[in-house]
C-alpha cells in the first residue's frame, strides 16, 4: 500500500521561496511518474509540475515555468518542488502524485493515480 506524504508548504511574503517535499512510503516501485497538483479556492485544480522517474523527463504547468524546479531521488522515492518568486496566485493546496502504471508519464495519468493528502501554501 503506497502512501504519498507532502512536507514543505507554509506562508511565505511574495518574492520569496518554499520547497516542497514528497516522499513515497509502501510498496517499493522502480519507474512511474510523480508530479505536482494545487488547487485553491477559486480555481480548478491545477498541473504545476511533473517528472518521470526513469528517465527524468520534466513539465511544467505554463504558469510556473521559469519559477518552480521539480527535482528527484530515486533511492529516497521522492520527489521535491522548488518554488522561487512566489506570487499571491501561486497559494493554495498542493498535492504530490503518483503513478506507477507503465503508461508514459502525462497529467491524465497522474491524476488517476495515487495523491498525497496536500499541504498549503499561502503568499501575501
Known amino acids: 500500500h503506497v502512501q504519498l506524504v507532502e512536507s514543505g508548504g507554509g506562508s511565505v511574503q511574495a518574492g520569496g521561496s518554499l520547497r516542497l517535499t514528497c516522499v513515497a512510503s509502501?510498496?517499493?516501485?522502480?519507474?512511474?511518474?510523480m508530479g505536482w497538483f494545487r488547487q485553491s479556492a477559486d480555481k480548478e485544480r491545477e498541473e504545476v509540475a511533473r517528472?518521470?522517474?526513469?528517465?527524468?523527463?520534466?513539465t511544467y504547468g505554463d504558469s510556473v515555468k521559469g519559477r518552480f524546479t521539480i527535482s528527484r531521488d530515486k533511492s529516497k522515492n521522492t520527489v521535491y518542488l522548488q518554488m522561487d518568486k512566489l506570487q499571491a496566485e501561486d497559494t493554495g493546496v498542493y498535492y504530490c502524485?503518483?503513478?506507477?502504471?507503465?503508461?508514459?508519464?502525462?497529467?491524465?495519468?497522474?491524476?488517476?493515480?495515487?495523491w498525497g493528502q496536500g499541504t498549503q501554501v499561502t503568499v501575501s
Open positions: 517528472t518521470s522517474m526513469n528517465p527524468g523527463t520534466i
Open positions: 509502501g510498496a517499493p516501485y522502480s519507474g512511474g511518474c
Open positions: 502524485v503518483l503513478d506507477r502504471s507503465a503508461r508514459p508519464c502525462s497529467w491524465t495519468a497522474l491524476r488517476s493515480g495515487i
